[in-house]
Nanobody, 120 residues
Framework: QVQLVESGGGLVQPGESLRLSCGPS???????????MGWYRQAPGKQRELVAR???????NYADSVKGRFTISGDNAKTTVYLQMNSLKPEDTAVYYC???????????WGQGTQVTVSS
């Protein structure tokens, strides 16, 4: 399976911004293009939820709670995905996980997670 490495989390105040990055730790992406790469988050006591995802064709999906504030993007090689998070709110506090998915062959990989804390 693909190993994903995330970076960019941290502690910020409400209204501030963060940028998360996620890419492969190995060279498997040289063999396959992922159908989707995206970001999920899990807050304490809550289920993991989709934040945003980017398809290999460039289409995007966002959770309603982040529309207009978060932007997902990727590099031309389609191996790295970014999440620009603006106007952060305390309710955005969670562990953010990167995901890479391909249907055939079946690949569904997760990063180790990066903590985002929004607090004054």
């Amino acid at each position: 399976q693909v190993q994903l490495v995330e970076s960019g989390g941290g502690l910020v105040q409400p209204g501030e911004s963060l940028r998360l990055s996620c890419g492969p730790s190995g060279s498997i992406f040289s063999n396959y293009v992922m159908d989707w790469m995206g970001w999920y988050r899990q807050a304490p006591g809550k289920q993991r939820e989709l934040v945003a995802r980017l398809s290999s064709r460039g289409s995007t999906n966002y959770a309603d709670s982040v529309k207009g504030r978060f932007t997902i993007s990727g590099d031309n090689a389609k191996t790295t995905v970014y999440l620009q998070m603006n106007s952060l709110k305390p309710e955005d506090t969670a562990v953010y996980y990167c995901n890479a998915h391909r249907a055939i062959p079946n690949i569904d990989s997760w990063g180790q997670g990066t903590q985002v804390t929004v607090s004054s």
